[in-house]
T-cell receptor, first 115, second 111 residues
């Protein structure tokens, strides 16, 4: 079982809907990440939070809005998505890379389908 | 731009054989490398990592080799088992936490 929990596992939404993806970890990690993974492709970084502050935004469209309410939780708010946004959304956590790099641990993702 | 890529997209082996998965990277700023295993319907699972000041690291049944001169990374799996069948990704990291993944290799282990 993964130590990073993502909910829901599956989500189907229309282009006008607003929904949120949730991620939780209890490993004491202070860095959390959102990735997008299309079928048969590698994960692509979207956002990085370090000590609950957004540190990297990989030029993600504003219809994706991340939020880090506390050190254990990471949300991704979705609004007015496009069909091409259908993908597996992965959350990961690690110790912040302020010293020696630490591996990122991934959840099993939310499979998102936009109708 | 930075990229981390693989030589071969698929690898098919017999159970008990040793497997070698290769990866080439182009970003000299990467100072940390990780191998992940991703099974169908799951997220990437950490296998082993190596820092850029090392050239070899061993784990349980796995070895990672790093050749910075030619920017090449490999994952060796000893006595490959059917449960090792998955997609394997290499990833390069920098000191500010950004990971860039390679394209992935599909490993199929035949009983």
């Amino acid at each position: 079982d993964t130590e990073v929990t993502q909910t829901p596992k599956h989500l189907v939404m229309g282009m006008t809907n607003k929904k949120s993806l949730k991620c939780e970890q209890h490993m004491g990690h202070r860095a959390m990440y959102w990735y997008k993974q299309k079928a048969k492709k590698p994960p692509e970084l979207m956002f990085v939070y370090s000590y609950e502050k957004l540190s990297i935004n990989e030029s993600v469209p504003s219809r994706f809005s991340p939020e880090c309410p506390n050190s254990s939780l990471l949300n991704l708010h979705l609004h007015a998505l496009q069909p091409e946004d259908s993908a597996l959304y992965l959350c990961a956590s690690s110790q912040p890379a302020t010293g020696p790099n630490q591996p990122q641990h991934f959840g099993d993702g939310t499979r998102l389908s936009i109708l | 731009g930075e990229s981390v890529g693989l030589h071969l997209p698929t690898l098919s082996v017999q159970e008990g054989d040793n497997s070698i998965i290769n990866c080439a990277y182009s970003n000299s700023a990467s100072d940390y490398f990780i191998w992940y295993k991703q099974e169908s319907g799951k997220g990437p699972q950490f296998i082993i990592d190596i820092r850029s000041n090392m050239d070899k690291r061993q784990g349980q049944r796995v070895t990672v080799l790093l050749n910075k001169t030619v920017k090449h990374l490999s994952l060796q799996i000893a006595a490959t088992q059917p449960g090792d069948s998955a997609v394997y990704f290499c990833a390069g990291g920098t000191s500010y936490g950004k990971l860039t993944f390679g394209q992935g290799t599909i490993l199929t282990v035949h009983p």
